[in-house]
C-alpha cells in the first residue's frame, strides 16, 4: 500500500493487557484483584472484548473513511462520491486472417481459439459478420481479414502472432486461421491501488470542466484498458487537440482502445453526453514505439528463476515507463520538443528493486547499448524489447 498506515495516538497502548490493568485498577482496593479471583474473571473478557475493537475494529473503521487506506467496496464508495467509478477489465483485440470457400459468412460471434496446451484455450469471437468475398488464390480459395476480441477480459487474451488457429465449432467452409500479428489491450479490473490514485487526484486538484491538459487525461483514464494519456495542444492549429494513450500493460493502445477513449470524450451520437469544450477537435493515437533494449549481469536472490525475475523488471519498467512520459510542461509539449527522458539511474534503480534480485555489476548495465539518458519526443512511448541478463 503506498501509504503506510500508522494508529492514531489514542488508539496506542490498547492491549488486553493494559486495559485490564486499567479495569482493575478502577476497582476498589479493599477487594481480591488476584488472577482467577472473581473481579478478575468477571472484568478479563472485557478486557478482551475491548482490546479487539480498539486494537482491529476501530482501526480498519478509519481506514475506510479515508480513501488513503479504503480498498474493494469502501473504496468504490469514495469513488462514486468523487464521479468515477472502477475501471472493468478490457478484453484483448485484434485481426485474424480467414482463408475459406468464396461467400463463406463468419457470423458476428463466431469463436475462435487458440490451442490448449499448459493452459487453456483463450476464445475470441468476431466483432462483426465478414463474407469472404475477394479474388481466389491458385487453389479457389479466398482470404478475408475477421476483427475478433477476446470472450474475457483480462491479459490473459493477450497472445503472440499465429496462435490464434482453431475454431471453437469448425466450419468445413473455413481452412485456415491465423493472427499476424499479436492481439493487445487486455487488461484486468482496475486494482484498488490505481483507483486510489485517481480518486485521490480528484480530491487533490478537483473536477475541471475547461479542457485543460488534466481534463483529456482524467477522462481517458476513466475508459477500461488505458494506463496513461499525454496531451499535445493545438497541435494542429487553435482548437485541436492530440491524445496519446498507453494501454494498461504499458505498449501503445490498440485501435479499440482508442475508439473508446474518443467516443467517451466526445459523443459523436449524443452530444449532451460531451465532455469536450465545444468547437474542440479531438484526434486520439497511440504514440510511436521507442524501442528499448536491456543488458545487464545480476546476482540471483536464492531459489529464484531467472524467467521470473526478468519478468517482474518488465512489469516494473512498464510501470517506469509512465511515469517517465507523464512529466511534460504545456510549453514544450506545444514547441514538439524532447522533454523528456528515460533517466538511465532510475533504469539501474528499478533494476535494483526488482524482486529476486541480489545485486548487479553497475558496469554491466546497458541500455540501448549506452549509458546515457535517452530522449522522449512527443508522440513517442518507450517499449521494452529485449532484456538480456547473466546470472
Known sequence: MPYPYTPPEFLENQTVEAIHRR?????PDDIDK???GIPWDFTRPAAEEKAEFVGFELNETIKIIFPHWADGRWLDRHAEMEGLSRRPANRAFGTLEVTGRPGVTVAQGFQFA???NLTASVIFEATEEIVLDGEPDGTGQVAGVVPVRAVEGGRGGNVPP???????RPDAGITYITNPEATTGGAPEET???LRERVLDMIRYGISWTGCDADYVRWAKEVPGVGQAVTQAEWAGPGTVRLFVIDANGLPANQQILDAVYVHIIHPEDRMQRKAPIGATLTVAAPEPLYVDIAATILLQEDENLDAVIDRFRGNLNNYWLE???ENSLFEIQSGAAQNFI???????TLA???GVANYIPRSLLVNGGRDDIPISIGRFPVTREVVMIE
Not at 499465429?162 to 471453437?168: F, G, R, T, Y
Not at 533517466?343 to 534503480?349: H, L, P
Open 23 to 27: 479495569m482493575l485498577g478502577a476497582l
Open 34 to 36: 488476584s488472577e482467577l
Open 114 to 116: 487458440t490451442p490448449a
Open 162 to 168: 499465429d496462435s490464434v488457429i482453431l475454431m471453437v
Open 192 to 194: 484498488d491501488d490505481e
Open 324 to 326: 517517465a512520459t507523464s
Open 343 to 349: 533517466k538511465f539511474v532510475f533504469v539501474a534503480a
Open 353 to 355: 528493486n526488482t524482486l
